[in-house]
C-alpha cells in the first residue's frame, strides 16, 4: 500500500478535483459541494497514511518520487518529505477540508470557489513536498493565482486594492529568490535542495542569497516592515480565505527559512542573524502593541498573528547566537522545534479565531467591535469556543499556543536574557489585547438588537470549531507526538548549519 | 542546382507555388464561398508543416544549398513550423472578424501566406542578400495587411506611418549591410564570419555598420529607441492584422537577429553586446512602464510587446547557445501568448466595433467563464507566473544574462516583471472582479472557439511539460 505515489496523489487529486467541481459547475450546480468535500476528504484520508508510515526515527527524506522534469536544466520532478513539512501537509489537508465545510454557504459562483481553494491547497501540499528548487518555486509561485482570484471575487469592498497589493508584494519577494536560486544553479549545476544545501561557497555570495531569501520568505511570514499587506488581506478576504492565509499561507515562510535559507547559507544566517532576531522581536512587541489599538476584529487578528510569527522567526534564529553565547547547543534544537510547533499551532488558533469572526459577520455583517457586545448571553456556546481560542491565541497553558511560545521563549534565555525578556512581553501584550476584545465583544450587557437576535451555532460551525478546539487542546496538553515527529530533523538541521560551508 | 537542392527548399517552393494558387483561385471564387479561399490557404499550412516536420526529423546537421544563400537546420525547421501552426490560428481567428466587419476577401490570405514566405526565407537566409529579400518580402506584405480595410483612416495612417519608418529601417540595414560588404568582400554570412575571424576589414567600417545593422534589427523587433511605430501600427491597423504583426513577424525578426549577428558578425560580439544591453534595458523599462497608462488595449499590448522584446534581446546578448535557445523559446512563446490575447479582444469584437478599451474586457468570465479562463491563462503566463509557460520563457532568459554575468541587469529584468504584473492583474480583475456592462453571452464560431482553447490550454500544457519545447530548442544551437 504504501508504494503508492502518495506525495503526487495528494498534490494531483485535489488539482483534478479542482477542474471537475469547476466544470461541472455550470450544469448541476448541487454537486459542486459534495463532490469538493468528498476530494477534501480523500486528501485529508491519504495525507493520514502519510503520518501511519512515517518512520520518524530518522532525518532522511521519505515518501521520495523522483522523475526528470526538464532534462536541458536537470530539473527533477522531486518530492519527498522529513519531519518538517509533514506537520504542514497535514496541516494543509485538515484546513481544507474545513475551508470547504466553511464555504458552504456561498452563493456566489460557488463552483468557481471550492475550485479555487482545492487549487490552493493542492499547490501549497506539492510546495512542501518539494525537493527541486524550481519546482518549489513554481509552486510557491503558482499558490499566488488562486488566491488572488479568491480575494479579488469573493473578497469585501475594498477587495481589488487588497489583492493587487498581495500579488505584488509577494512576486516582488519572490522574483529575487529566483535569482538566488539561479545563481546557485549556475553555480553548483543543480536545482536539487539537498546538493544546495550540500554546496559550498563564499560569504559575500552567501550573503546575497540568503538576503534574496530573506526578502522572500520574509514577505511571506510577514515580518516587520514588509507586514503591510497581510491586514488588507485578512479584511477584505472571504472568511475561508482568512482562514487559510493565516493558517497555512503564513507558513510557507517559516518553511522556506528553514528549508532554504538556513541550510543552504548558514554563515550568512550566522552574519545576519541579529537582523532578523532584531525584526523578530520588533514584530512581537510593536506589532502587539498595534494590535492593541484595533477596532475591526479581524485587522486586530492580523496583527496578532504578525506578532505570533516573530516568534517562529527568532526561534529559528536563536541558534547562532546560543552558540556564540553558551558555546554548546543546548536550546539551539528547542528554538527551532519551538518554532514549528508555535507554525502548528498558528494554523489551528488563527484559523479558528478567522472562523469565529466569519460566524459572527454572517449573522451581524460587520467585523467592528463596537458593534457587539454581550454576545456570549445570546451564544452561549459560541462564546465557549470563542473565548477558548482567545484564550490559547494569548498563551493560556494547556493549549497548542502555550507550547510554541514558552519553547522559544526558553531557548530565548539561552542565548540573552533580554530576546527572552522582549520576547515575554508579548504574553503580557497578547493576553491584553485577546482578552481585551473578549470582554467588549462578548461580555457585559446585550449591546443592541443585532446581537439580542443572534442564534446560536449550526451544526457545520459546530463541526469547525470542534475540530479545531480539540486540535488546540490537544497538542496543548500532549505535544508530544508532534515534538518527536520533527526531532531527527531538526537536530539533523542545527548540526547541518552549525558546520561553515565556506568552501 | 541539383535536385538536393531543391528538396531542402520544398516547404519555401510549395509556399509559394501555393500563395500564387490561392491568389488566383480567389479570382474564380464568388463572395458567399469566400470560405474555399480560408479552407486552402489551411491546407496549405497543414501541408507545409508536414514538409517541414520532415526535414526536421532529418539528421541535425547544418546543411547548406543555392551556393550557401539557404541553410537548413533545427532553428529554422523548429520556427517555420511554429510559424504555420500559429499561423493557422491566425486564420481562423481571423475569419471570425473578417466576416463580421465585410472584410472577407483573398487578399488577406495571400499577403499572409507571402508574408510567410518572406519569414521562411529570411529564417533560412545564409547570406546578407537573402536576408534583404525575405525581410523585404515579409514587410511589404505587412503595409499592405495593415491597410487591408481601404475605408478605415486610421488604418491607412497606420499603413503610411509603418511604411515610412519601415523603409527607413530597411535602408539603415542595407546600408549597414553594404558597409559590412565593403569591408568583407563577401555577402556570404559564413565567409563574412571568416573574413572578420581573420582579422579583415578596416575596423571603423564594421562598426559603423553593425551599428547600421542593430538599429535595422532594433526597429523589426521594436526595440526601444525604435518602437514609436508599434503602439500606432497595432492601434491602427484592424485586429486580425494587429494579431498577425505581433506573432509570425516576432519570429522572423529573432531569425534577423541571430542569423545577422551570430552567424555573421559574431567577432564583433563585443561591440553588438553593448548595444543589445542598452536596447534591452530601455525597452523591458518603457515598455512596462508605459503599458500601465494605457487604456486602449491594443495599445497596452503594443507595449507590453515592446517589453517582452526586450527580455528576447536579454537571451541574445550573451552570444552563447543556451542564450539563443533561451531568445527562441521567448519568441516562440510570445507569439503564441499574443495570438491568443489577441483573438480575446476579436472575440469580443460585436459588428461595427472592435474591442479595444480595457473596460470591454468587464466581467467577461459571467459572460463567457471558459473564455475568460483562457484569457486569464493567458494574461498570467504574459506576465511570467509559473506554472504558465511564460514563466519558463522569462526564467530562461534570465539565466543566461546571470552566467554572462549582468547581474545587475538580471535583477532589472525581474524588477520589470513584477512592474509588467501589474497591468496584466489588472485584465484579470476586469474580467472577474468587476460586474459586466453587457450581459450578453459571447458568440463565436465553433472553429474559432477550437483554436482559442488549445491556444489557453497550450500555454498551460507547454508550461507544464515544459521540457520538451526546451529540449527543441536547446538541441538547434549544438
Known amino acids: ?503 | 542546382m541539383t535536385l538536393a537542392e531543391l528538396q531542402l527548399a520544398l516547404p519555401e517552393i510549395f509556399v509559394l507555388s501555393m500563395a500564387c494558387v490561392v491568389l488566383l483561385a480567389d479570382l474564380f471564387i464568388s463572395d458567399e464561398r469566400r470560405g474555399l479561399t480560408h479552407t486552402l490557404a489551411v491546407i496549405t499550412l497543414v501541408f507545409a508543416t508536414i514538409l517541414s516536420l520532415r526535414l526536421m526529423m532529418a539528421p541535425g546537421e547544418v546543411i547548406y544549398g543555392f551556393s550557401d544563400t539557404f541553410i537548413r537546420d533545427r532553428f529554422g525547421d523548429v520556427l517555420k513550423v511554429f510559424s504555420y501552426l500559429i499561423l493557422i490560428g491566425v486564420f481562423v481567428y481571423a475569419k471570425h472578424y473578417l466576416r463580421q466587419f465585410d472584410l472577407f476577401k483573398g487578399e488577406f490570405y495571400t499577403l499572409s501566406l507571402f508574408a510567410l514566405l518572406g519569414t521562411m526565407v529570411l529564417i533560412s537566409a545564409g547570406s546578407l542578400l537573402t536576408v534583404y529579400l525575405g525581410l523585404e518580402l515579409l514587410t511589404l506584405a505587412s503595409y499592405a495587411l495593415v491597410a487591408i480595410d481601404r475605408n478605415s483612416m486610421q488604418g491607412s495612417e497606420a499603413a503610411v506611418k509603418y511604411f515610412v519608418l519601415g523603409s527607413l529601417a530597411s535602408g539603415f540595414l542595407l546600408f549597414g549591410m553594404s558597409l559590412i560588404f565593403g569591408a568583407t568582400g563577401s555577402l556570404d554570412l559564413n565567409d563574412v564570419s571568416a573574413a572578420l575571424a581573420s582579422g579583415m576589414g578596416e575596423s571603423m567600417l564594421l562598426t559603423v555598420g553593425l551599428v547600421f545593422i542593430v538599429l535595422g534589427i532594433a526597429f523589426k523587433l521594436g526595440a526601444v529607441p525604435l518602437h514609436m511605430w508599434i503602439p500606432d501600427v497595432y492601434h491602427g491597423a484592424p485586429l486580425p492584422i494587429t494579431l498577425f504583426l505581433s506573432s509570425i513577424p516576432k519570429l522572423a525578426a529573432v531569425a534577423l537577429a541571430i542569423r545577422l549577428l551570430d552567424n555573421g558578425l559574431i567577432e564583433l560580439h563585443a561591440d553588438w553586446q553593448g548595444m543589445l544591453i542598452v536596447l534591452a534595458a530601455l525597452s523591458m523599462i518603457l515598455g512596462n512602464v508605459v503599458a500601465i497608462a494605457q487604456t486602449n488595449i491594443k495599445r497596452m499590448l503594443a507595449y507590453s510587446t515592446i517589453s517582452h522584446m526586450g527580455f528576447v534581446l536579454l537571451g541574445m546578448l550573451p552570444a552563447t547557445q543556451q542564450g539563443y535557445a533561451a531568445a527562441m523559446f521567448y519568441a516562440i512563446v510570445y507569439a503564441i501568448m499574443s495570438a491568443g490575447a489577441f483573438a480575446v479582444l476579436i472575440l469580443l469584437s460585436n459588428k461595427g466595433a472592435e474591442a479595444e478599451n480595457l473596460d470591454d474586457l468587464k466581467g467577461l468570465a459571467k459572460r463567457n467563464p471558459w473564455h475568460a479562463l483562457m484569457m486569464l491563462m493567458l494574461m498570467f503566463s504574459l506576465a511570467g507566473i509559473p506554472v504558465f509557460v511564460g514563466f519558463f520563457a522569462k526564467w530562461q532568459v534570465i539565466a543566461a544574462t546571470l552566467s554572462a554575468g549582468f547581474t545587475w541587469l538580471s535583477i532589472l529584468a525581474v524588477v520589470m516583471a513584477v512592474i509588467g504584473a501589474f497591468y496584466y492583474l489588472r485584465v484579470v480583475k476586469l474580467m472577474y472582479f468587476d460586474e459586466p456592462d453587457d450581459t450578453e453571452p459571447v458568440a463565436a464560431p465553433v472553429d474559432f472557439r477550437a483554436v482559442l482553447t488549445v491556444n489557453g490550454v497550450a500555454v498551460l500544457a507547454l508550461g507544464i511539460f515544459s521540457g520538451g519545447l526546451i529540449s527543441l530548442c536547446v538541441s538547434s544551437f549544438v
Open chain 1, 1 to 503: 500500500m504504501l508504494d503508492w505515489p502518495l506525495l503526487s496523489l495528494l498534490t494531483w487529486i485535489p488539482i483534478a478535483g479542482a477542474v471537475v467541481v469547476a466544470a461541472l459547475g455550470q450544469r448541476s450546480p448541487d454537486m459542486v459541494r459534495p463532490l469538493a468535500l468528498i476530494v477534501a476528504l480523500v486528501t485529508f484520508g491519504l495525507s493520514l497514511l502519510l503520518y501511519v508510515g512515517f518512520d520518524a526515527s530518522t532525518a532522511q527524506m521519505q515518501f521520495v518520487e523522483k522523475t526528470v522534469w526538464i532534462e536541458a536544466f536537470n530539473i527533477h520532478y522531486h518530492l519527498g518529505i522529513d519531519g518538517l513539512s509533514l506537520p504542514l501537509i497535514l496541516l494543509n489537508t485538515l484546513i481544507c477540508v474545513l475551508v470547504i465545510v466553511g464555504g458552504w454557504g456561498i452563493k456566489d459562483r460557488p463552483h468557481q470557489y471550492m475550485a479555487a481553494f482545492l487549487m490552493l491547497h493542492a499547490l501549497m501540499t506539492g510546495m512542501f513536498a518539494a525537493l527541486d528548487a524550481l519546482l518549489f518555486y513554481v509552486f510557491f509561485e503558482a499558490i499566488l493565482v488562486p488566491m488572488f482570484l479568491i480575494i479579488g471575487i469573493w473578497g469585501g469592498p475594498n477587495r481589488i486594492y487588497a489583492t493587487v497589493k498581495f500579488f505584488l508584494f509577494t512576486f516582488f519577494g519572490s522574483v529575487f529568490m529566483l535569482i538566488a536560486l539561479l545563481w546557485l544553479y549556475l553555480d553548483s549545476g543543480s536545482f536539487a535542495v539537498a546538493d544546495l544545501q550540500q554546496h559550498q561557497f563564499g560569504l559575500t555570495a552567501q550573503i546575497l542569497v540568503f538576503l534574496a531569501f530573506l526578502i522572500a520568505f520574509a514577505v511571506k511570514v510577514p515580518m516587520w516592515p514588509v507586514h503591510t499587506w497581510l491586514p488588507d488581506a485578512h479584511v477584505e478576504a472571504p472568511t475561508g480565505g482568512s482562514v487559510v492565509l493565516a493558517a497555512v499561507m503564513l507558513k510557507i515562510g517559516g518553511y522556506g527559512l528553514l528549508r532554504f535559507a538556513l541550510p543552504i547559507t548558514p554563515d550568512a544566517a550566522a552574519h545576519l542573524d541579529w537582523l532578523v532576531i532584531a525584526l523578530s522581536l520588533i514584530a512581537i512587541v510593536y506589532i502587539g502593541f498595534v494590535a492593541l489599538a484595533q477596532s475591526d476584529m479581524k485587522k486586530l487578528i492580523a496583527y496578532s498573528s504578525i506578532s505570533h510569527m516573530g516568534f517562529v522567526t527568532l526561534g529559528m534564529f536563536l541558534a547562532f547566537a546560543i552558540a556564540r553565547n553558551t558555546g554548546e547547543l543546548t536550546g539551539a534544537g528547542l528554538g527551532i522545534s519551538g518554532a514549528m510547533v508555535q507554525m502548528i499551532s498558528h494554523g489551528f488558533i488563527s484559523g479558528a479565531m478567522f472562523l469565529a469572526v466569519g460566524v459572527l459577520y454572517d449573522r451581524v455583517h460587520s467585523r467592528e467591535i463596537s458593534a457587539y457586545g454581550g454576545v456570549a448571553n445570546t451564544m452561549p456556546w459560541f462564546a465557549m469556543f470563542a473565548v477558548l481560542f482567545f484564550m490559547a491565541n494569548s498563551g493560556l497553558p494547556g493549549t497548542s499556543g502555550f507550547v510554541g511560545e514558552f519553547m522559544v521563549i526558553l531557548a530565548a534565555f539561552h542565548a540573552s536574557f533580554w530576546f527572552a525578556f522582549a520576547a515575554a512581553v508579548t504574553l503580557i501584550l497578547g493576553a491584553a489585547y485577546s482578552l481585551w476584545l473578549v470582554k467588549r465583544v462578548f461580555y457585559g450587557e446585550v449591546a443592541n438588537d443585532n446581537v439580542a437576535s443572534l442564534k446560536d451555532l449550526e451544526g457545520r460551525e459546530w463541526f469547525m470549531l470542534t475540530v479545531l478546539a480539540v486540535f488546540t487542546l490537544g497538542l496543548g496538553l500532549w505535544p508530544y507526538p508532534l515534538i518527536e515527529l520533527m526531532e531527527p530533523s531538526v537536530q539533523n538541521l542545527v548540526e547541518h548549519i552549525m558546520q561553515s560551508k565556506l568552501g
